[in-house]
């Protein structure tokens, strides 16, 4: 059994207090008093000092006092609106209030709250809560709490331009233990739910979806935005490439796209189409900037109306090489055409172990197995974590894709990576594995690797083919010369984590920013995922009272009418 409107407590303290008022009451009988006046003048002043009521000592009337209590606890049992527990009642509700850009069309969250609102005040307090979900999915009301606690937390909170984190919410209900058996989701909003999600769920988990939340009619958005390198061949421009969706009748011609520079419209480059949603832009500067694609005419979602690309700042870089390596290094620092070599002014030096070539500059240096154990040693400079610079290593130099097995093989040791903190950045290998037998300068890594190795040692600025809201910055963005040890823009905590909403990502350091764009087909296109059964509240006993509430009022009534039938009869006083 549970109450709607009251609590236990409350409804037995009640239930005490109106008995003891209706005792009250029961003692309080009429006492008549004769007194003689000699004339009428007299009688309003007599009838002052002898009160007619008065409280008796001794009860009587102990059928009229239960019938009067029993109808007063009947109508207060069903003030408290009692409901029993069933399929419906029994049930624990997780009222999830859609915070994401599927909701960012004007009035749709401030209809769905107060759709919630209504719903969540017939609830019992102990098997409810609120979930808002945004970028994260966030608690605004848990278990036990008033519901006024829901207004004041939602103050402030506005449709993020984020993807919708259902998935999370609905895996943290698969977990055992989590939640109650019986355990319903109901959706305030458009966020969509995949077959996946839905077939992972335990029995007994429901997911609903509240009424009244269709499309939001015709609408356009950017869906994808990146860059690449130029087809052209040209260091020191980019491509980039703009792709559409729509949903609701609405078109998605590439016409649509307004194109700038750092806040100018976009000169010097050639814009081609790319049927049937997208366009092309060739030969951008790439000087940093910032790339913005917007749509032109405002829609019913305007979350994904721009996107934003920083652009990568592409400068050559001075290296000297010592004489003695310049007959292995000569090809691959050439073929890179990022790279110049240079003597007195340069940027970086190659050189072998023990030259003093060069100088403090920073150094890619090759020393033989005897001096160092292992085949590649990384020297990096702050508080960065070793383990986690050394996986940065691997992808950013690209020394993951060196065949270390084949390597060891030849050499009979292990080929090991160690990754310490420094002074400064330096890179020391094996020059044993310079010769031909090692088959390591002909391999496709090793131009990569002494690409790579000079922008890390520089601390190149990171770029990235795209940062969108929800997913991990993309694997291709390490040809842009590209994530070092402690400057990769999505790192946060020590961890890779995904930029959760659409807006502007620092690095780390403070010294670097990039946009993050919200790219979502899902929001664009109006994905909806799988159709959900409508909530009607009348169907949980949300609406009105339940159905015991009412027998209980009927029956008040009918023993109310019985107590004026009695009295009418005299068989009541």
């Known amino acids: 059994m549970t109450l709607a409107n009251l609590s236990w407590p409350f409804l037995l303290g009640g239930a005490a207090v109106l008995a003891g008022l209706l005792y009250a009451l029961q003692q309080l009988r009429i006492r008549y008093t004769e007194i003689v006046v000699p004339t009428a003048m007299f009688w309003r002043e007599a009838a002052r000092d002898a009160p007619v009521r008065v409280f008796r000592r001794r009860f009587r009337h102990w059928l009229a006092y239960l019938l009067s209590l029993l109808i007063c606890w009947l109508l207060w049992l069903g003030l408290a609106e009692p409901a029993a527990d069933g399929p419906e009642g029994g049930q624990y509700h997780v009222l999830y209030l859609d915070g994401s850009a599927h909701m960012s069309a004007p009035g749709d969250l401030e209809r769905a709250a107060e759709r919630l609102r209504d719903d969540l005040k017939g609830l019992p307090e102990d098997r409810r809560e609120v979930v808002w979900g945004g970028a994260w999915n966030l608690k605004l009301l848990n278990a036990g709490e008033e519901d006024l606690l829901f207004d004041r937390r939602l103050e402030g909170l506005e449709a993020e331009p984020s993807p919708s984190p259902i998935d999370e919410q609905l895996r943290l209900l698969a977990l055992q233990g989590a939640y109650p058996a019986a355990a319903r989701l109901v959706i305030y909003g458009r966020a969509p739910v995949g077959a996946e999600a839905l077939e992972g769920l335990p029995e007994g ?31 020191d421009r980019v491509d980039a490439l703009v792709r559409l969706g729509a949903a609701g009748g609405a078109s998605a011609a590439p016409g649509d796209v307004l194109l700038s520079l750092d806040g100018a419209p976009l000169e010097g480059a050639s814009i081609e189409a790319l049927p049937p949603d997208g366009l092309v832009i060739r030969d ?152 031909d037998r090692y088959n390591f300068t002909a391999s496709r890594a090793f131009p990569l690797f002494i690409s790579r190795a000079a922008r890390w040692l520089v601390e190149a600025e990171p770029a990235y083919a795209y940062l969108a809201a929800g997913r991990f910055a993309a694997e291709e963005s390490a040809e842009f010369a590209l994530a070092g040890p402690g400057n990769v823009a999505t790192r946060l905590l020590g961890a890779d984590l995904a930029p959760p909403r659409a807006g502007t990502l620092s690095s780390p350091d403070g010294e670097s920013s990039f946009p993050v764009s919200l790219l979502s087909s899902v929001v664009s296109a109006g994905q909806a995922g799988v159709d959900l059964p409508a909530f009607a509240p009348a169907g949980a006993g949300l609406a009105g009272p339940s159905l015991l509430a009412f027998l209980l009022i009927l029956a008040a009534l009918a023993l109310l009418a019985f107590e004026w039938y009695a009295y009418q009869r005299g068989m009541m006083p």
């Open 284 to 435: 951008i500067p790439a000087a940093g900037g910032l790339l913005e694609a917007r749509i032109a005419q405002p829609d019913s979602l305007p979350a994904d109306d721009a996107a934003q690309l920083r652009l990568p700042v592409r400068e050559t870089l001075k290296v000297a090489v010592s004489e003695a390596l310049a007959p292995v290094l000569f090809d691959a620092v050439i073929a890179d055409p990022a790279l110049d070599l240079a003597e007195g002014d340069a940027e970086l030096v190659f050189r072998q172990a023990g030259e003093s070539f060069g100088g403090d500059l920073p150094a890619l240096e090759f020393a033989s197995m005897d001096q160092q154990e292992a085949a590649f040693e990384i020297e990096y400079a702050g508080n960065l974590d070793a383990e986690l610079a050394l996986r940065d290593s691997l992808r950013g130099l690209g020394l993951s894709l060196i065949d270390g097995a084949g390597l060891a093989a030849e050499a009979g040791r292990p080929v090991g990576i160690q990754a310490a903190a420094g002074e400064a950045r330096r890179i020391s290998l094996w020059q044993e594995l310079l010769d």
């Open 205 to 235: 988990i429901e997911v609903l979806r509240a009424e009244g939340f269709d499309e939001p009619g015709p609408n356009r958005g950017i869906v994808a935005m990146g860059m690449g390198h130029a087809a052209s061949g040209r260091w």
